[in-house]
T-cell receptor, first 111, second 112 residues
């Protein structure tokens, strides 16, 4: 099945540093979603993107819909300990109902 | 407004036993989904329902059945559980206007 390539797989950073992660696919997507998952909980939606080139912010988080429509990026500025968790990207192709998920980026913030 | 609610949150089964995971949403979503999450695999789609009365297979449907009982409820059934079905199962609803997926808190299933 379709899986999105998400990188890096894990990150260990100092509190206050900025974070960048990305998601790539060989297919074109029409929608990109970014989620955060805390241990023992369900994924929580952070940002939704609908157009190529779109740049959307949610507090310290900024995500971009790649202009090729085959990738998306998530940046976190000035990381804090509560940013710890696993971040997932999800993409939708065409007008279908299926979303495909990346394998996640595990973020650890060292105080 | 509870969003997407899953029951049970934890379950232990023996190989061959059957069980049903329940999901209910109060967000008026037309589309609902069942995913499984395994370490290093991300979320994989088992089944989805685009609207009341319809269901479709996802990436990994084998060993599962679903029922879209009404607009609010979408259940996942394991007829004869196998150890390979040990996983965390997530139900999600999709907002019709934005296309965003909203997840429940998960059901952790162990098959011995």
């Amino acid at each position: 099945g379709q899986q999105l390539n998400q990188s890096p797989q894990s990150m260990f950073i100092q509190e206050g540093e900025d974070v960048s992660m990305n998601c790539t696919s060989s297919s074109i997507f029409n929608t990109w979603l970014w989620y955060k998952q805390d241990p023992g909980e369900g994924p929580v939606l952070l940002i939704a993107l609908y157009k190529a080139g779109e740049l959307t912010s949610n507090g310290r988080l900024t995500a971009q819909f790649g202009i090729t429509r085959k990738d998306s990026f998530l940046n976190i500025s000035a990381s804090i300990p509560s940013d710890v968790g696993i971040y997932f990207c999800a993409g939708q192709r065409g007008t279908g109902n299926q979303f495909y998920f990346g394998t996640g980026t595990s973020l650890t913030v060292i105080p | 407004n509870a969003g997407v609610t899953q029951t049970p949150k934890f379950q232990v089964l023996k190989t061959g036993q059957s069980m049903t995971l329940q999901c209910a949403q109060d967000m008026n979503h037309n589309s609902m989904y069942w995913y499984r999450q395994d370490p290093g695999m991300g979320l994989r789609l088992i089944y989805y329902s685009a609207s009341e009365g319809t269901t479709d297979k996802g990436e990994v449907p084998n060993g599962y059945n679903v029922s879209r009982l009404n607009k609010r409820e979408f259940s996942l059934r394991l007829e004869s559980a196998a150890p390979s079905q040990t996983s965390v199962y997530f139900c999600a609803g999709r907002a019709a206007n934005t296309g965003e997926l909203f997840f429940g808190e998960g059901s952790r299933l162990t098959v011995l």
